[in-house]
């Protein structure tokens, strides 16, 4: 039997494809979604965390604690939508503005215009792109990522830098972006260095700030796929993309290296991405998440006939259908059956949601979710 481990040896075991205890779990919450699981689960912790223009929460490190969550992510204090109540409207460092909409359970934020729309690649050169992160942020970065290691067990994620083809289509809007990426590959490739520069800047400074403490590193989001199918050809991957985006990754790997670090660093990509994944692997990417499941091609099954044993996998667990629709029952047996398929007791896997919990997901369904992966040993 394998002795009992801390959320960080846990975490550290599977990256390293070590037999595990239990498998480890993750758990990003979106604002309304965290509201759902302190009702639920009574726990309190002064004032609320504020949201992300994504809605994204990071909630108190006692909240993970208590609930068994073994990875907590770190980032630079960059909110804008949060003083008391959700503002109407906000604009990120980006430039690119966002309004609030209500749903039926919630709310979210959503792109509502592209300020680099119709640019010439001369006003790339006088826009006015984010600045590094101050001395003083990566201070009390670095003061609050020491006292979350020092006061818990947790395994702490980092991610600073912002995704790089996301803000892209944010300041041209996805018409614009894909038509001049085939057109104009001039215009957009110097638009994806000059946002490369920013994200790659950002994450050599969280990694100078924390990077001994972290095990892992989140390399943004780079939304490769659909439900169906790559949204790019593999040429256009493989020959434009990947390498603005493996400089960026290159230079995390160097950082992380320089600093003593042993974290891995991970991708997320939505989709039906398993054609591309060799080719993610070449570029330097340890761990991928989420793992949609219901894409083409991206049964856990399959990925870890595939991948496992030379791949890290975060995520897996649907949230477009079981998560806010099924039973607590179900999403069980379906937790259960994702880490059978993965092979999680035998490390190079981290459950988790596949993607930020949104506030149709009932909080007995995240419970249920975490007890399957406490309960499997």
């Not at 975490?11 to 979106?30: C, G």
């Not at 503002?87 to 430039?95: F, H, L, S």
């Not at 359970?105 to 959503?110: D, K, P």
């Not at 985006?245 to 042993?262: F, I, P, T, V, Y």
């Amino acid at each position: 039997m394998i002795t009992k481990m801390t959320s960080r040896e846990r975490v550290a075991a599977a990256l390293n494809f070590q037999t595990v205890d239990r498998v480890p779990a993750d758990l990003n919450l979106s604002y309304h979604a965290y509201l759902k699981m302190c009702e639920k689960t009574g726990f309190t912790a002064g004032s609320l965390p504020k949201p992300s223009l994504a809605m994204e929460v990071t909630p108190d490190p006692r909240f993970y604690e208590k609930l068994g969550v073994d990875v907590y992510s770190v980032k630079f204090d960059g909110c804008a939508t949060f003083d008391g109540t959700l503002k109407e409207t906000a604009t990120d460092v980006w430039g690119i503005p966002y309004r609030r909409v209500f749903q039926q359970s919630g709310a979210l934020y959503e792109v509502d215009g592209h300020p680099l729309m119709g640019a010439t690649i001369e006003d790339l050169e006088s826009y006015p792109w984010p600045a590094a992160p101050a001395e003083a942020m990566k201070a009390s970065l670095r003061d609050e990522v020491q006292r979350i290691y020092e006061s818990t067990g947790l395994a702490l994620c980092g991610r600073f830098g912002a995704p790089i083809m996301e803000v892209a289509v944010g300041l041209l809007g996805f018409e614009e972006w894909f038509m001049r990426l085939l057109t104009e590959p001039e215009f957009t490739g110097s638009l994806l260095r000059k946002i490369e520069s920013v994200a790659t800047g950002w994450d050599l400074a969280g990694i100078e700030a924390c990077g001994g403490y972290l095990a892992i590193l989140k390399v943004s989001g780079e939304d490769f796929g659909s439900q169906q199918s790559l949204l790019y050809s593999p040429k256009t991957i493989r020959e434009f993309l990947l390498p603005i985006l493996r400089h960026r990754w290159d230079a995390a790997h160097a950082a992380l290296k320089a600093c003593g670090s042993s974290g891995k660093v991970m991708l997320h990509t939505c989709g039906a991405v398993k054609r591309i994944i060799p080719d993610l692997m070449a570029a330097g990417i340890e761990v991928l998440d989420p793992i949609q499941p219901k894409a083409v091609e991206m049964n856990p099954t399959g990925l870890y006939a595939a991948f496992g044993g030379k791949l890290a996998f975060h995520g897996g667990i649907d949230v477009q259908d079981i998560l806010p629709n099924g039973t607590p029952e179900r999403v069980s047996e379906h937790a259960r059956e994702v880490i059978a398929s993965l092979h999680g007791l035998e490390g190079g896997y981290i459950l988790s949601p596949s993607h930020t919990v949104q506030a149709d997901v009932p909080a007995e369904n995240l419970m249920a979710m975490l007890q399957a992966a406490r309960d499997l040993r």
